[in-house]
């Protein structure tokens, strides 16, 4: 079972500032994915990040507003860009347990708060 | 585009209480259906279900998966507050690895 460590835990940010969240797996794995939970709401996939290539992003998220590093097999950042008040979430990175089942492990996740 | 639906959204029930939560599913390409139980920031897994009809089971948590129905259901018996909780169902998406998760059910169970 991998062991993923996600900072900041949480943060309270200013509108109009950027937010960067990093996601270190302790196991090199090909794909990682960044989910967002808004209040109330259940998980929506961001993009999926895959190391040496562009993230590939789901409808209605761009990578203006949420660029992602992936610079090896073990690590991986999202950046919330200009955020506004309709960005306070939670947001997660996860990775496969197991491909074959699609079993998801995730981190302990990043709540922030836009005032 | 799959699709991933839970019911009831919510439910407060007492302690003692047995409860039946839902999910159905239209994907293609089924492979495996999967719960989570998520209470504070990060969900954890619960049950991972690809066959019909076999029920999985851990303590007072169950769950079963009907292929022809497109459904799964998770009961929890003797339900205590420390279940409070939102469950989410969840299917992984076989050619891109991602996965679809539905709204969830907040159980919120009183003493």
């Known amino acids: 079972s991998a062991v993923i460590s996600q900072k900041p835990s949480r943060d309270i940010c200013q509108r109009g500032t950027s937010l960067t969240i990093q996601c270190q797996v302790d196991?090199?794995?090909?794909?990682m994915f960044w989910y967002r939970q808004q209040p109330g709401q259940s998980l929506t996939l961001i993009a999926t990040?895959?190391?040496?290539?562009?993230?590939?992003?789901e409808s209605g998220f761009v990578i203006d507003k949420f660029p992602i590093s992936r610079p090896n097999l073990t690590f991986s950042t999202l950046t919330v860009s200009n955020m506004s008040p309709e960005d306070s979430s939670i947001y997660l990175c996860?990775?496969?347990?197991?491909?074959?089942?699609?079993?998801?492990?995730f981190g302990e996740g990043s709540r922030l708060t836009v005032l | 585009e799959d699709k991933v639906v839970q019911s009831p959204l919510s439910l407060v029930v007492h302690e003692g209480d047995t409860v039946t939560l839902n999910c159905s599913y239209e994907?293609?390409?089924?492979?495996?259906l999967l719960w989570y139980k998520q209470e504070k920031k990060a969900p954890t897994f619960l049950f991972m279900l690809?066959?019909?009809?076999i029920e999985k089971k851990s303590g007072r948590l169950s769950s079963i998966l009907d292929k022809k129905e497109l459904s799964s259901i998770l009961n929890i018996t003797a339900t205590q507050t420390g279940d409070s909780a939102i469950y989410l169902c969840?299917?992984?998406?076989?050619?891109?690895?991602?996965?679809?998760f539905g709204d969830g059910t907040t159980l919120t169970v009183k003493p």
């Open positions: 996860s990775v496969h347990r197991d491909m074959g089942t699609g079993e998801l492990f």
């Open positions: 196991s090199q794995v090909t794909m």
């Open positions: 990040a895959n190391q040496g290539s562009e993230a590939t992003y």
């Open positions: 994907v293609t390409n089924f492979r495996s």
């Open positions: 690809t066959s019909s009809g």
């Open positions: 969840a299917v992984p998406n076989t050619n891109a690895g991602k996965s679809t």
